[in-house]
């Protein structure tokens, strides 16, 4: 990697830029943030195997990341109530901008762009007025803020464009917060969670709140199959006696379907829903817990379970060769029934997909 830096520098210095992909970066399959045993924060680029292409450094402990759909560069978010991101070059190693949340606001951890790369998307809380944005960056013009427009709803914590379209589906927690109090949640007894769609240019299409006595189950991450299905995962703030849903599907202009589990595997996940993701396939939706240690298969035909994966402190999944890709806090990649690989790091909550056709 060091002699392919070397030359691209190289190039650059003669006035030659070439077309820099993320074959140039090691063509990683997954982004995943992790601390070392030291205590610090990095952001690692990981192979279809677990196997690490590159790491580089966090300024603090991070959450997600949003790869650019062309381009070798990855944003990396902080954790809620977190007010930075950094854009890193994952060629070069270099850091390419540094993103500060407006006074007012504080991100989510996640973002998403535009179809062709162009703007950034960023769920953010304007937490004076206690309502969801989502901020716009100019990925052209060294991520410049260009804008920002309502969420429809509070606590936006995840986004994910449509493939093919220019919409984005917006899981609103519906949880109020405050930087001042910490990540204390602020109006569980009056929290109304939704899924939202709405354009790239903040045109709102479409909201879907939970049934009333799901109220309490925040909405807080997404996964989107390429043609538009949206599976989503839950975090239960009500009684911890209850075993509500954790998982859920929604096409646009449907209804929402839930995915039950029996009550032993809900009790199992003490109400937390760590992440979700599609199958490489799109047959099956998995969720993961941390706290209970296990993962939840659903089908996504009918949202039955189907499957269940053992994995101590799991909690990043994605799609991979054999169905998903699983990271947990002991350092551990698998995939069901298999370890890929084992590192000496702790991985964060998600793991996020390079679409092959960007990685070559």
Not at 64 to 71: E, N, Q, V
Not at 254 to 276: C, I, K, L, N, T
């Amino acid at each position: 990697m060091a002699s392919r830096r070397g030359f691209l520098a190289g190039l650059m210095a003669t006035g030659l830029t070439p077309r820099v992909s993320w074959a140039d970066a090691g063509a990683p399959a997954y982004l995943a943030a992790a601390q070392l045993p030291g205590g610090a924060y990095n952001l690692f680029g990981l192979t279809d195997t677990g196997a690490e292409v590159f790491r580089l450094p966090l300024p603090d402990r991070g959450h997600a990341a949003a790869a650019h759909p062309s381009r070798p560069e990855a944003v990396a978010f902080a954790r809620r109530p977190g007010t930075f991101a950094v854009v890193l070059d994952c060629a070069s190693g270099r850091i390419h901008a540094t993103l500060e949340a407006p006074a007012g606001r504080h991100f989510y951890g996640h973002g998403a762009f535009s179809p062709g790369g162009d703007i950034l998307f960023t769920p953010e809380n304007d937490f004076e007025n206690a309502r969801g944005v989502i901020g716009m960056w100019d990925a052209l013009d060294g991520y410049a803020r260009i804008g920002e427009f309502d969420s429809g709803g509070v606590g936006p914590h995840d986004t994910l464009l449509i493939p093919g379209t220019d919409v984005l589906a917006v899981a609103n927690g519906g949880i109020e917060t405050h930087p001042a109090s910490g990540r204390a949640k602020l109006n569980i007894p009056m929290m109304q969670p939704n899924l939202s769609y709405v354009t790239i240019g903040g045109e709102l299409l479409e909201t879907v709140d939970l049934p009333h006595d799901y109220r309490r189950n925040s909405l807080r991450h997404l996964s989107v199959r390429d043609d538009g299905l949206v599976a989503f995962a839950m975090q239960w703030q009500g009684d911890a006696a209850d075993s509500p849903p954790l998982a859920g599907l929604h096409r646009r202009g449907g209804e929402m379907r839930f995915a039950s589990a029996d009550p032993e595997g809900h009790r199992r996940m003490q109400g937390y829903a760590g992440s979700v993701s599609f199958s490489d396939s799109g047959d099956r939706f998995a969720i993961t817990s941390p706290r209970g240690g296990l993962v939840q298969v659903f089908s996504a035909d009918d949202a039955q379970l189907v499957e269940t994966v053992e994995s101590e402190d799991v909690c990043g999944v994605n799609a991979g060769a054999d169905g998903f890709v699983f990271t947990a806090g002991t350092g551990l990649i698998s995939s069901p029934g298999a370890e890929l690989s084992r590192h000496a790091v702790a991985w964060d909550n998600h793991l996020v997909r390079i679409p092959s056709p960007v990685r070559g």
